[in-house]
């Protein structure tokens, strides 16, 4: 299978993701509060067991350790994803709205707020569909482990996603169409991604360190912190559990990275460049 099989593949995965909403039509909020937030523990730690364990490894395979440009680049994504959450309405939605607060009519929510979430949310999918694209272009083992990540991320959010629009007065049916076709823009980031790196070397040496920045990002200032709001000792052990899994998760698939592995897009652009030598010197 080619890479961009892999990468339309893993990007539609992500986009169906969306309809997971509708399961908050048929369980309590309570159950599904426990549930959130033991998603949201492994989700930290596969993000952060990704940078760490794939993304980080990779950048520093080449130069023997991480160089000032790359730290560079990993502090501009922490940046850049602090820009983008505070600055362009992008709201990790965490709290769940059920569909029984619907009927109570606890609407402290009107319908602009929810096309404001979904804005934020589109824009959200759209990077995560780059970073996807990004991942694979370095290698397939990498893709995987960048979408599982996003995965794990995707899956409280877009319960919480869905929960915003039916509170915020939408329909069933509108709610996962419009959460649908806002998680369908991971697929045009995703090519776009692929267009740019397959033609830019430079793309991907910077788009790595800085999705790198942005995990830790997330995993550090939007996830974990939601965790602290449970203190009980029970929820607090469950919650670690999660989290460590998360990262054994990612640590596991190192075991299906070959062993000198290494950017199929470099061999591309060497080839690419070759060839264009070639070619010139036929000319001459």
């Not at 360190?209 to 939007?222: L, M, R």
Request: charged share 15%.
């Amino acid at each position: 299978m080619s890479i961009l099989s892999y990468i339309i593949c893993s990007t539609v995965l992500v986009s169906i993701l969306s309809l997971i909403g509708i399961i908050t039509l048929s369980l309590k909020k309570n159950f599904l509060m426990r549930i959130i937030f033991v998603l949201i523990s492994l989700s930290a730690g596969a993000l952060l067991g990704d940078v760490f364990f794939h993304l980080l490894p990779e950048l520093t395979e080449e130069t023997g350790g991480l160089t000032t440009s790359q730290g560079t680049y990993i502090l501009g994504g922490i940046i850049l994803f602090f820009i983008l959450e505070k600055f362009i309405i992008w709201h990790h939605c965490h709290g769940i709205e059920t569909p029984e607060d619907h009927k109570k009519g606890e609407h402290s929510h009107s319908h602009s707020i929810g096309y404001m979430n979904l804005i934020g949310d589109g824009l959200h999918n759209f990077i995560d569909g780059m970073i996807i694209a990004a991942s694979y272009l370095i290698n397939i083992p990498i893709g995987i482990a960048t979408t599982i990540a996003v995965i794990l991320h995707e899956i409280p959010q877009e319960i919480g996603d869905f929960g915003v629009l039916i509170h915020s007065g939408f329909s069933t049916k509108k709610a996962l169409l419009f959460n649908l076709l806002s998680a369908s823009l991971s697929i045009l980031g995703a090519l776009i991604a692929y267009s740019i790196g397959g033609t830019n070397e430079f793309f991907l040496e910077a788009i790595i360190p800085i999705v790198a920045g942005g995990f830790i990002y997330i995993a550090g200032s939007d996830l974990i912190p939601e965790l602290k709001k449970h203190t009980k000792v029970s929820e607090s052990l469950l919650q670690l559990t999660a989290l460590m899994l998360g990262m054994l998760m990612m640590y596991g698939l190192i075991f299906i990275e070959p062993e000198g592995h290494h950017s199929h897009h470099s061999d591309d652009i060497k080839h690419h460049e070759q060839h264009d030598e070639d070619h010139d010197e036929d000319h001459e």
